[in-house]
């Protein structure tokens, strides 16, 4: 999201568009001691947790409907990921006045918990061909009327009377962006998606055979990644092995991500980080361990798989074990290259193990990098750190900022060369290597295939056979939940029993919640 946001400003700097207002503006903005405009735009981005401000072994929020959010705009990106509970806790600390905005896919896979939010809200919103009444008031003048009679209050169908109307809260709300912005303009991954989404397996097959979309790779019957990309793969978790910069070998490692529809079996996130790790430290990047027996060694990436609001450190959150000077854990040190200081929450917040927080001044004042190994840079004190206690390195709250932990101090955590879509929901790789099992599976759907190769941001590797690619588009992942009735997407008589049960109705994964 932050980066979303720092390239939508350097967009409309390129496109010549003027965010600092004329000097007379400016000088009246001061004036006032009012933000000027340009200063008004966020650059970085938070967790829904951590906005709404953790309270340790509480279920409760600092914000809430006593103790609203102090935001005149709030935006959350990724809503689909947003599971009933926390929407509920969100929506009841958004204060009067203030607007909320919720960009999402409602094709991808809907929240591991309860519900399916998202789809329901845009389902109670209709099709989005609607205006809010106050704007269709102000362009009735301009447009005139609509025909009478040119749209149907309702139909029949199947027994059922439904409305055509959407004249809920919701309606007009809705507003579906037609380009997006995530994937490399030279990345043709969008037919591809496309097809998927709308469970055309004819058409996903053909466009992956034909070889015609830039970027994407299609190795049928699943040819094993770790031996059809092994250089290339070691490769860039060698460099991370070698990284000098805790910031710049995060970004490095979101460069590349191998991941899996299941996380049992050969093709799953478990066996996949076993074999990893194993190859690693046959080639010497994982001689540097704390023990022959240890699971601990120089860069090894992490993923938090539980919430633990004592470190503010969350399920999904992605670190990365790297040496560090002599006791990284005892305050600021001058001999650091990082700007080192105690943890700045307050001591209910801190977990009993000491953390730090970083900022590298070179991550600071470099860019991103599309390129690999940008963390390996010289360090004056290499040689220290190389000597120094392995300690895993997480991003902090601000741009380029990071948190360290001692190893043994982290909660419940995998390691995360290899990661399930579900967990990497909500996240981009430059690259993305996505491994299917070699046979079906019920976790497989097209929502699971979709979300998997959108991570995708320039290059898709896609392995796995006709048969599981086809059973998985066939299956549609489901959440029955009552929302979408309850904000009013279906107004509708109660339903005459039908003549006939369908008999084409696809399979749904999916359960009540």
Request: aromatic letters at 4%.
């Amino acid at each position: 999201m932050a980066e979303s946001l720092r390239g939508a400003v350097a967009r409309a700097i390129a496109d010549g568009i003027q965010l600092p207002p004329n000097p007379s503006t400016s000088v009246l903005a001061s004036a006032e001691n009012q933000p000027l405009p340009w200063e008004s735009l966020p650059t970085g981005a938070s967790t829904l947790h951590r906005l709404l401000g953790v309270i340790p072994d509480s279920p409760q929020f600092r914000h809430n409907a006593d103790n609203p959010l102090p935001f005149d705009l709030i935006v959350v990106d990724e809503a689909s990921m947003v599971d009933l509970p926390l929407m509920c806790k969100l929506v009841e600390a958004v204060a009067d006045g203030t607007q909320l905005i919720l960009l999402g896919d409602a094709d991808q896979l809907p929240s591991v918990e309860a519900g399916d939010v998202l789809a329901a809200i845009l389902q109670a919103a209709g099709p989005g061909d609607a205006l809010q009444p106050h704007d269709a008031d102000a362009l009735q003048p301009l447009l005139g009327s609509a025909p009478t009679g040119s749209t149907p209050a309702s139909t029949q169908t199947g027994g059922h009377t439904v409305s055509h109307t959407h004249s809920g809260g919701l309606a007009g709300h809705r507003v579906h962006l037609l380009r997006g912005y995530r994937q490399a303009e030279d990345f043709a991954l969008a037919p591809l998606a496309e097809a998927i989404r709308t469970g055309d397996a004819d058409t996903a097959l053909a466009l992956l055979r034909s070889g015609e979309l830039a970027g994407v790779h299609f190795h049928e019957d699943g040819e094993d990644p770790l031996a059809l990309g092994r250089d290339a793969l070691l490769a860039h978790w060698r460099a991370l092995a070698d990284a000098q910069d805790p910031a710049a070998a995060l970004r490095d490692a979101a460069r590349l991500r191998l991941l899996t529809a299941v996380r049992a079996g050969p093709q799953g996130a478990r066996g996949l980080n076993a074999r990893i790790e194993q190859l690693l430290a046959d080639t010497g990047s994982g001689a540097r361990r704390l023990g022959s027996a240890s699971p601990w060694f120089q860069g090894r990436l992490l993923l938090i798989t539980e919430n633990s609001y004592r470190h503010g450190l969350f399920n999904g959150d992605v670190g990365i074990c790297l040496r560090s000077e002599a006791s990284p854990f005892s305050g600021r040190s001058d001999a650091s290259p990082f700007s080192v200081r105690s943890d700045t929450n307050t001591p209910s917040e801190r977990s009993d193990a000491s953390t730090v927080t970083a900022r590298s001044d070179a991550a600071a004042s470099s860019g991103p990098s599309h390129g690999i190994g940008t963390a390996n840079r010289a360090d004056p004190v290499a040689d220290s750190r190389a000597q120094g206690p392995l300690v895993a390195w997480f991003e902090g709250d601000g741009d380029g900022q990071v948190r360290g932990f001692h190893p043994a101090a982290l909660p419940a955590h995998e390691s995360a060369f290899a990661m399930t879509v579900h967990k990497a929901q909500g996240s981009e790789f430059d690259t993305v290597w996505l491994q299917l099992p070699t046979r079906d599976a019920r976790v497989l759907s097209r929502e699971l295939l979709y979300t998997g190769i959108t991570r995708a941001r320039r290059a898709l590797h896609l392995a796995g056979s006709e048969a599981v690619i086809r059973a998985a588009l066939a299956r549609h992942a489901a959440r029955i939940s009552g929302l979408a009735w309850r904000l009013g997407a279906q107004q509708q008589a109660a339903p005459a029993k039908p003549a006939t049960e369908p008999s084409t109705a696809l399979p749904v994964q999916g359960s009540l919640f």
